[in-house]
């Protein structure tokens, strides 16, 4: 790929970012965007273990790639970040993840091949990543379950922990069917979905007659409790695009972001969503209060989407990020020490 590591080499060494032990584990594919005149890396899940990883922790991610050119390009990135590779998978028969974008007028077409390596995650090896990790969360969402034995594997390993569990919905269409959906809404903790995503849980296993509700309405409240209850889930979160962000807790708690920055000129939403997890998991890790995490994951999902691609390519992205939320933890900590 030819970067230097997008992150300062100092980062891990900070006292702060190191403060936590609570480890987490990313379950799922790591693929290719094939735009014919180009191959990027990608995948919901990397996106995010990529981004925890320039920012400081050290996520174990849990996929498998075939033992290909586009295999050698996810190693690469696995290498570019820093990231123990303990939880790669080598696929000898099956093909790396791949997606072909069709580009058209106005809009992209998407083809998420079938049979893919990460089709095929095996479940011992998976187990001794997780063992050796031992993590605090657990990252994982619902395209590496469309087939048996990878959704056999993800069950096994919530199976063997106690983590909590970090469901990204991230449904894509003739990938994903309603009993997946809801067999990954019982084993999750904290939920993320978009709003259309919301509409479709709203149908399926809430009320119906509250969909296209306003956000910050009554009835939505409402209608996002009765989902919080029936799955005994402790947070659903709902990111609104450039409206921000909402938050509903078991507790009651409710919490609406600001929009995200008008200033940031849009080049593409491609890995915003990804964003926001990824800083919503470091601020989980890093013990940062509730509203705190959801401002910064929302600014920072904000700023990619005034960037080329999930992840940015420059490794100065990172560091203004990184210096900011340094500097305003470490007398917050000091003073809750006392």
């Not at 034995?149 to 990204?168: H, I, P, V």
């Amino acid at each position: 790929m030819g970067y230097p590591a997008p992150f300062p080499a100092d980062a891990r060494k900070h006292p702060y970012m190191n403060a936590s032990s609570k480890s987490i584990v990313v379950y799922g594919e790591a693929l290719i965007d094939d735009f014919t005149d180009a191959q990027v890396v990608g995948g919901a899940p990397f996106n995010v273990a990529r981004a925890l990883a320039a920012f400081g922790l050290a996520p174990m991610m849990i996929t498998r790639v075939g033992e290909d050119r586009n295999g050698a390009l996810v190693r690469a990135e696995f290498a570019r970040f820093a990231m123990a590779d303990t939880g790669l998978q080598a696929d000898r028969q099956a093909p790396t993840g791949r997606v072909v974008v069709e580009r058209g007028a106005g809009e992209h077409r998407f083809v998420i091949l079938p049979d893919q390596a990460y089709d095929r995650i095996a479940a011992a090896p998976a187990l001794a990543a997780l063992a050796a990790a031992r993590p605090a969360t657990i990252y994982f969402g619902t395209l590496a379950q469309r087939t048996a034995g990878s959704r056999a594997t993800l069950e096994a390993l919530l199976a063997a922990s106690d983590a909590k569990r970090y469901l990204d919905l991230n449904m894509r269409d003739g990938q994903v069917d309603e009993h997946c959906v809801y067999s990954s809404l019982h084993q999750a903790d904290i939920v993320k979905v978009n709003e259309d995503e919301l509409q479709d849980l709203l149908r399926w296993f809430g009320r119906p007659e509250q969909q296209g509700q306003d956000i910050g309405s009554a009835a939505t409240a409402a209608a996002c409790g009765v989902l919080l209850q029936r799955f005994a889930l402790e947070g659903l979160i709902v990111t609104l695009g450039a409206h921000g962000a909402a938050y509903f807790g078991a507790d009651g708690t409710i919490l609406r972001n600001r929009p995200i920055d008008a200033r940031t000129a849009v080049v593409d939403t491609v890995g915003a969503g990804d964003a926001f997890s990824a800083v919503f998991l470091l601020g989980r890790a890093l013990d940062w209060p509730l509203a705190l995490t959801l401002t910064r994951a929302n600014l920072f999902a904000g700023a990619i989407c005034g960037v080329r691609g999930a992840v940015p390519a420059d490794p100065d992205f990172y560091r203004p990020w990184i210096a900011a939320w340094l500097a305003s933890a470490a007398p917050a900590r000091t003073g809750a020490a006392r």
